[in-house]
């Protein structure tokens, strides 16, 4: 029989961490990913499980330790593997604390886990949708941008991290559909509408969240069952598409200047707390360590754009994702800036998509980052 702590923690797995990210690897990245967080907050932490806001069978310890076991075995503790995850975790920590001090932060006093949007509000006293990340510290030194963004909150001496890791672009915002409508300039709930409908009219009534119903429709033996969720699926796919469609259509009719305000809004909008990013490059195809990365989220990808002019959107274009283009200022090349992908998730019976937003050239040998956006790189 299980024990209590497991079925809470497969149910937080399965609620948090088993959506898959388009273009991705599915649920083991996802995996990778949040372990990579847990463990870069615990060294953030004095080499403790950080602080959080979560009920007994959810905090930091003890889903590190299932999602640990998952990934490395029961006696994961004794694994190479793990011990080289701890020490990439430890490293990424020393350079977080050295990026924090040089740009007049202090030292760490106190780091909590601040996945979910409660968390931030519970740590901060303030509401703030925008901010997303993964981490919050508190640090010896106010900084004055803190001070003057913060508006007498518990947030002077405040920063948040984003942790990510892995070979490809970062996936740096998830949007939903509200937000997907505020960049198109359209209301794109109609879609969403329309596969609901298909959605109900194909599941069976009873308890059980749409997912677990979807899946027993999948994998059940009745072709009845089967074509159910055959018309799930490709009603997901075409609202996907579509979401797709008229978000392209939307973007193509924008200037420069508002495609800029559209990518670093969607990327990087405004939030009162400083926001950084710890990320870890890995090998595309050994996935070993090649080298880390911290640096301002706005500073960082306001520096991007600003190497690129005539940004655009082709609409003619049926790509299954939404590319803005632009040319480099000094070569001239035509480069992709942006790209949006439009997703599911890897739930077909999910009445609304997601969005997955990368900047595909940020990595490109003619885009330079200095002070202006504190990038530091290190091995």
Avoid: C
Avoid at 147 to 168: D, L, M, Q, Y
Wanted: charged share 25%.
């Amino acid at each position: 029989m299980k024990s209590f702590l497991n079925f809470i923690n497969e149910q937080y797995l399965e609620e948090e961490y088993l959506l898959l990210e388009a273009g991705g690897a599915g649920a083991a990245a996802d995996t990778k990913g949040k372990l990579r967080e847990l463990e870069v907050g615990q060294h953030l932490n004095g080499g403790v499980h950080m602080h959080s806001y979560r009920a007994e069978g959810k905090t930091p310890g003890e889903i590190h330790h299932t999602l640990s076991a998952k990934t490395h075995g029961d006696s994961y503790k004794k694994t190479n593997t793990y011990k080289k995850s701890q020490k990439l975790a430890s490293d990424a920590a020393d350079h977080i604390r050295a990026h924090l001090k040089k740009f007049g932060h202090g030292d760490i006093k106190r780091t909590v886990w601040t996945s979910q949007p409660s968390d931030h509000h519970s740590e901060t006293g303030h509401h703030d949708e925008n901010n997303s990340a993964d981490l919050i510290v508190t640090t010896s030194k106010a900084h004055k941008r803190l001070v003057e963004a913060a508006e007498k909150t518990r947030s002077e001496n405040k920063v948040a991290i984003s942790v990510k890791t892995g070979s490809g672009s970062v996936n740096y915002s998830n949007p939903g559909v509200k937000s997907l409508s505020k960049m198109a300039g359209k209301n794109l709930n109609h879609h969403v509408e329309e596969h609901k409908k298909t959605v109900e009219s194909n599941l069976p009534e009873g308890k059980g969240g749409s997912h677990e119903k979807y899946k027993a429709l999948r994998d059940s033996t009745h072709k009845e069952h089967q074509s159910k969720a055959a018309e799930i699926k490709h009603s997901s796919e075409k609202m996907n598409s579509s979401v797709a469609h008229d978000l392209r259509q939307g973007l193509a009719n924008k200037s420069h200047e508002e495609l800029h305000k559209a990518v670093s809004d969607a990327v990087a909008p405004k939030t009162h707390l400083k926001h950084i990013v710890s990320r870890q490059i890995t090998h595309k195809k050994t996935g070993e360590h090649v080298s880390h990365h911290t640096y301002d989220l706005h500073g960082h990808v306001h520096e991007y754009l600003s190497h690129f002019h005539g940004l655009h959107v082709d609409p003619s274009s049926t790509a299954s994702s939404v590319t803005v283009h632009g040319f480099h200022k000094k070569t001239g090349k035509k480069m992709a800036v942006a790209r949006v992908s439009v997703h599911a998730g890897g739930r077909p019976a999910n009445h609304s998509p997601r969005g997955s937003i990368v900047l595909p050239s940020e990595d490109h040998k003619d885009i330079h980052y200095t002070d202006k956006s504190e990038h530091m790189v290190h091995g």
